[in-house]
Every structure is written in structure tokens, then in C-alpha cells.
């Protein structure tokens, strides 16, 4: 089992610059989840989906910020343009349906993001 | 808006038992209680869930009072690779059940 797969590792961007952070589920999981954690506001829920359906948002920042499903096995969050408050540590994450009562999510290694 | 409150640090040595307690007064009532453990440069990894009374598996414990304004990990005989961040991960009823993590505890085990 190859967990939660995201890429890339690292970015290193310009402010106005657009960003696409991508994320692979671990097979067979139908929930779907995008955390920011920075030092400052630790770790933030941007979106969550299930069956590749967005069913929270509400934590997305701002417009600048969007995200997709189009399949079962892909994620993209997108920032358009980035800000250097943008910069921070992106993670994805999984979990096989319990119902949204089961938090045993499963975590990628995360995207750290860096706009100048 | 108080959502949830962990310390923010604490020390231990080798061996000892920890309690890491997080305060969670407006939790959704039929959501669980997750918590996670987070190294540096990883992603938080799952720890133990509970929904009330105790919970345990092979790592840590998981004590949950009746009212559920609170839960408390306990790792029992801590060793030097406990050391971590510990996020507790709740559903606020006050906000429409949203998932909040707490701020983490870091905790340092000391040989």
C-alpha cells in the first residue's frame, strides 16, 4: 500500500504565480481531505470531499483558493494568484467510509509551499 | 469562540506514563474523538478514536467523561520516540460540525 501520494514535495513560487498541489488517495478510500498548517494557525481543514463530491468548503480562504475531484483516485488544490501568506505546509488526506463520524484519516507527507 | 485547548508543551522521562488532556466544550454529540501524532516534516498519524467511556488499543488509552467536554490520551511507559506533537481532532456542534484541530502538545521525552 503506497498511502497517500502527493506532489509535489516542495514548491518554491513567485507572488502572482499560480500553484497546483495534487493528491492520490489510498485505493478504496472515499473521503478526501486538504489541511494547511502553519506555525501560526496550526492545522486547518480547507475542504473535504466524499465520492468526489466537495461537501465542506467553508474553510477555503478566499477565492484565490479552489480544489477538485475528478476521479476517485486524484485531488488538485489550486491557488491562483499566490501570496507569500499562502506559503505553508499543504496536506492531503483519506479514510474509508465509517461516515463522517469516523476521523481515522490517513496522511501524505504534504506539500510545502513556498511563495516569495 | 472557544473551540479546543491542549497545553501546549510537556516533559517527560523515559518510562513514565503521560496524560495529554484536550478541553472540547462544544463538541458535536454523535462525533468521535481522534487523536493524532505528528513528527517533524510528516503528516499526523492516527492514534486512537473513542466516542466515550475508555478506549484502548496497543499504543495509548483514550479516557472520554460522560459529558465529553474533554479527553485525555494516556501513553503509558513513554519511550524517546514518543516524542512528538499530539493533535486532538473533535467536530464543533456550534459550528456545524466543521473538523477542529487542536493547537498540539509537543511533548519531549527525556532519557
Known amino acids: 500500500d503506497a498511502g497517500v501520494i502527493q506532489s509535489p514535495r516542495h514548491e518554491v513560487t513567485e507572488m502572482g504565480q499560480e500553484v497546483t498541489l495534487r493528491c492520490k488517495p489510498i485505493s478504496g478510500h472515499d473521503y478526501l481531505f486538504w489541511y494547511r498548517q502553519t506555525m501560526m494557525r496550526g492545522l486547518e481543514l480547507l475542504i473535504y470531499f466524499n465520492n468526489n463530491v466537495p461537501i465542506d468548503d467553508s474553510g477555503m480562504p478566499e477565492d484565490r483558493f479552489s480544489a477538485k475531484m475528478p476521479n476517485a483516485s486524484f485531488s488538485t488544490l489550486k491557488i491562483q494568484p499566490s501570496e507569500p501568506r499562502d506559503s505553508a505546509v499543504y496536506f492531503c488526506?483519506?479514510?474509508?467510509?465509517?461516515?463522517?463520524?469516523?476521523?481515522?484519516?490517513?496522511f501524505g507527507p504534504g506539500t510545502r509551499l513556498t511563495v516569495t | 469562540l472557544a473551540k479546543t485547548t491542549q497545553p501546549i508543551s510537556m516533559d517527560s522521562y523515559e518510562g513514565q506514563e503521560v496524560n495529554i488532556t484536550c478541553s472540547h466544550n462544544?463538541?458535536?454529540?454523535?462525533?468521535?474523538i481522534t487523536w493524532y501524532q505528528q513528527f517533524p516534516s510528516q503528516g499526523p498519524r492516527f492514534i486512537i478514536q473513542?466516542?466515550?467511556t475508555k478506549v484502548t488499543n496497543e499504543v495509548a488509552s483514550l479516557f472520554i467523561p460522560a459529558d465529553r467536554k474533554s479527553s485525555t490520551l494516556s501513553l503509558p511507559r513513554v519511550s524517546l520516540s514518543d516524542t512528538a506533537v499530539y493533535y486532538c481532532?473533535?467536530?464543533?456542534?456550534?459550528?456545524?460540525?466543521?473538523?477542529?484541530f487542536g493547537q498540539g502538545t509537543e511533548l519531549s521525552v527525556k532519557p
Open positions: 488526506a483519506s479514510s474509508l467510509s465509517a461516515g463522517p463520524r469516523n476521523y481515522e484519516q490517513y
Open positions: 481532532l473533535v467536530a464543533i456542534y456550534n459550528q456545524g460540525g466543521k473538523l477542529i
Open positions: 462544544n463538541i458535536a454529540t454523535n462525533d468521535y
Open positions: 473513542g466516542y466515550k
